[in-house]
T-cell receptor, first 117, second 114 residues
Framework: AQTVTQSQPEMSVQEAETVTLSCTYD???????LFWYKQPPSRQMILVIR??????QNATENRFSVNFQKAAKSFSLKISDSQLGDAAMYFC??????????????FGKGTLLTVNP | SQTIHQWPATLVQPVGSPLSLECTVE??????LYWYRQAAGRGLQLLFY??????ISSEVPQNLSASRPQDRQFILSSKKLLLSDSGFYLC?????????????FGSGTQLSVL
């Protein structure tokens, strides 16, 4: 079974600075997808970024980028130029590439990010 | 554009009472639908998913059930709630085409069983 580990329960960053959130996962599959979801105080789950395992290039979305190390099974999220609105719980998630209709996301326990003005 | 509606936002129920949470999706047809639960301090756990009307798959044995009476309606139910059913419940949908497509979440229901 796949597992996702987020070793940092809480992180803080100064506004305009850069922060990196860690995520490691365990799988025996070669085809899979990795995600970072953001859950602000409203508790709405928002997709931040997605990475296909077969792609060597790291995904980027504006100020958000990932460092995907497939051999090390590591998938960290870097937030550049942090903004107050980035404060939220961040979840790393894994999905098997063979999941079909069963969109089963395996989530880590989350990292609570605080942004200090 | 597609939207997903989930209600109620909060619910407080006594142990042993029934439960019905409803989720509807607009602006799309034949979506895959999902119910997730988020326990305090944990990530999301998939409870049920549905690929079509009347088709329900359960991921974990539990006190809950799900139904899909219409194409864009997904209902989470229980005949008798347990204390352990407390949590934050999220409905989600995704289009069938395109593996790896993003999952769209509703705003969630905070259920407290007392």
């Amino acid at each position: 079974a796949q597992t996702v580990t987020q070793s940092q329960p809480e992180m803080s960053v100064q506004e305009a600075e850069t922060v990196t959130l860690s995520c490691t996962y365990d799988t025996s599959e070669s085809d899979y997808y990795l995600f970072w979801y953001k859950q602000p105080p409203s508790r709405q789950m928002i997709l931040v970024i997605r990475q296909e395992a077969y792609k060597q290039q790291n995904a980027t979305e504006n100020r958000f980028s990932v460092n995907f190390q497939k051999a090390a099974k590591s998938f960290s999220l870097k937030i550049s130029d942090s903004q107050l609105g980035d404060a939220a719980m961040y979840f790393c998630a894994y999905r098997s590439g063979s999941g079909g209709s069963n969109y089963k996301l395996t989530f880590g326990k989350g990292t609570l990010l605080t942004v200090n003005p | 554009s597609q939207t997903i509606h989930q209600w109620p936002a909060t619910l407080v129920q006594p142990v042993g009472s029934p439960l019905s949470l409803e989720c509807t999706v607009e602006g799309t047809s034949n979506p895959n639908l999902y119910w997730y639960r988020q326990a305090a301090g944990r990530g999301l756990q998939l409870l049920f998913y549905s690929v079509g009307i009347g088709q329900i798959s359960s991921e974990v044995p539990q006190n809950l059930s799900a139904s899909r009476p219409q194409d864009r309606q997904f209902i989470l139910s229980s005949k008798k709630l347990l204390l352990s059913d407390s949590g934050f419940y999220l409905c989600a949908w995704r289009p069938k085409t395109g593996i790896g497509e993003k999952l769209f979440f509703g705003s969630g229901t905070q259920l407290s069983v007392l």
